[in-house]
């Protein structure tokens, strides 16, 4: 199952996906049930066993997801009707993972893709549900001295060039609030299109979406770590649960509860962090960027594995400022909790690394309305978001560069009329060229076994090596790579003629032979 590619409703498309190839790929059989036989027919437990090892194997899913997700999911399939059991009943969400049987129905629905709610989109506010104030400024807008000189003081290369061109340009236009942030939007929106490889981010992520000011805080605004510092600590989180989080990231090490442990001590401490973000109104990704980090999940490859993380860098910067300020203590905690070693068992059943991510998934990640694949695709994302980390929550500096290179350009740029200013071309950029597992998988094994065949070479030329020596590597070489050694040596003369051992004649250590003597007389 290959899954549907990026674009609008990934999630209801790939439903659709999941549930023709498990019609189309799940095994029946006769079983027999109460002194009756049933044909064309499936256990319970064997679709939990097919179905899971094709999650695991799908990008989309991955290899975290577990046994008991996908009896979740099943549980789905009866609920909507792609399946039924053996007397036709479905409706509910009652499946066990048992020998109970179930069936396909003559048809199974599809879901079809909604209509995009454009005027709810075009009326978008980034006003609502983002408490978040800027400090001295409105929630949408800052005055223009302080937002320019919020761009200015981004870390920006070379200074003493920059410095010449502000000489150079102090007759130059002036540039507006606006104009600024529309650059903002204008550059975000051309990366994640390219990277993303969509015509078009129109049901995906509109330009209203992108507030500036959220981006240009949390790129500025960090601490040492890179962790976005608030300026109302009303929004932060409590101290307790700063606490509770600090406490088991640097476990045993840290204990700032100011209280004495005790036998389980951690589970009630993990517990209290996970009931806090399980409080929140909505996921740490917000329900405004669902479709979009959820388009970002095709790409969760290992050949496509850069792409990811440069695309949730961008996305991760949307984010109003506590909510990535949450998103990555959350994160920074759950990877030290995972490679802890000294941590004792957080649950009896589960491993660490799958409690933390079925725990803090749908904190992170799900819809405004209920998707029934919601779960399986939350855990994928916060994975990868647990093992990429501290790359994708940096600030991409390329953002920055790229937005005050246009701004310069448009200083320089003695504009005739004024729509001129606002058509100023944008400038280009290079990525990496997407290619399919099949042509990644071509392009390693063709560099490995380059480079393997000119360790061979490198053996054969090399003259510190005595003939016996060369002999026993060229036949350990042999060993290992057979089809590369019969490439070069595709017959035993050529392999003789490369390993002629010419005996080399060793002079005497005494001579035999008499010494002749000259006469002495003349």
């Known amino acids: 199952m290959a899954g549907p590619g990026p674009g609008p409703y990934r999630a209801t498309r790939l439903w659709n996906e999941v549930t023709r190839h498990f019609r189309a790929g799940m095994p029946l059989r006769r079983h027999r049930q109460r002194f009756r036989s049933h044909g064309g027919c499936f256990t319970a437990a064997e679709a939990a066993d097919w179905l899971h090892q094709v999650l695991r194997s799908n990008s989309s899913f991955g290899p975290d997801v577990t046994r008991q997700q996908t009896v979740q999911l099943l549980r789905k399939f009866l609920k909507n009707h792609v399946i039924e059991d053996i007397k036709g009943r479905w409706g509910a969400e009652n499946l066990e993972d048992n020998g109970a049987l179930y069936r396909f129905p003559s048809t199974s629905p599809v879901k079809p893709l909604p209509s995009p709610p454009r005027e709810n989109l075009e009326n978008f506010s980034g006003d609502k549900g983002k408490p978040f104030k800027l400090p001295s400024s409105s929630k949408r807008a800052l005055r223009k001295p302080e937002f320019l000189q919020s761009l200015e003081n981004l870390a920006r290369p070379k200074p003493d060039v920059i410095q010449e061109k502000k000489e150079d340009t102090l007759q130059g236009r002036k540039i507006s609030q606006e104009y600024v942030q529309e650059t903002w939007r204008n550059i975000i929106l051309i990366h994640l ?48 649960v700063l606490s509770a989080m600090k406490c088991l990231a640097y476990w045993p090490r840290n204990n700032d509860m100011s209280q004495a442990t005790y036998s389980g001590f951690e589970r009630d401490v993990f517990r209290t962090v996970a009931d806090y973000f399980h409080s929140l109104p909505e996921p740490l990704l917000t329900f405004e960027y669902y479709e979009l980090f959820v388009n970002i999940l095709d790409l969760l490859q290992p050949h496509l594995e850069r792409i990811a993380v440069e695309a949730l860098q961008i996305c991760c910067l949307l984010l109003p400022p506590p909510n990535r300020r949450k998103l990555q203590l959350l994160l920074r905690m759950m990877a030290r909790i995972s490679g802890n070693v000294d941590m004792p068992r957080l649950h009896d059943a589960m491993g660490t690394r799958s409690l933390l991510i079925q725990t803090f998934s749908r904190c992170v990640l799900r819809c405004a309305q209920e998707e029934d694949l919601d779960e399986l695709l939350s855990t994928r994302l916060v994975s990868f978001l647990m093992d990429h980390q501290q790359e994708i929550l940096q600030v991409p500096a390329y953002l920055q560069v790229a937005v005050q290179d246009h701004l310069e350009y448009l200083k320089m740029a003695q504009c005739k009329q004024e729509k001129e200013e606002i058509c100023a071309i944008l400038p280009t950029y290079s990525y990496c060229k997407q290619i399919t597992p099949q042509e990644f998988e071509e392009q390693k094994v063709s560099t490995s076994q380059a480079a393997v065949a000119e360790l061979l070479e490198n053996i054969i030329k090399d003259k510190n090596l005595s003939v016996k020596d060369k002999k026993k590597k060229l036949k350990q070489f042999q060993k290992e790579y057979p089809q590369i050694y019969a490439s070069r040596f595709p017959t035993t003369e050529t392999e003789a003629l490369l390993l002629e051992n010419k005996p080399t004649i060793k002079q005497p250590m005494l001579s035999l032979r008499k010494p002749k003597f000259r006469s002495l007389r003349y």
């Open 193 to 240: 299109q390219t990277i993303l490889g969509l015509p078009s981010l129109e049901e995906v992520l509109q330009p209203a979406q992108i507030i500036p000011e959220f981006v240009m805080y949390n790129m500025s605004s960090t601490s040492k770590h890179g962790v976005v510092i608030l300026q109302d600590k009303a929004e932060d989180l409590p101290h307790w």
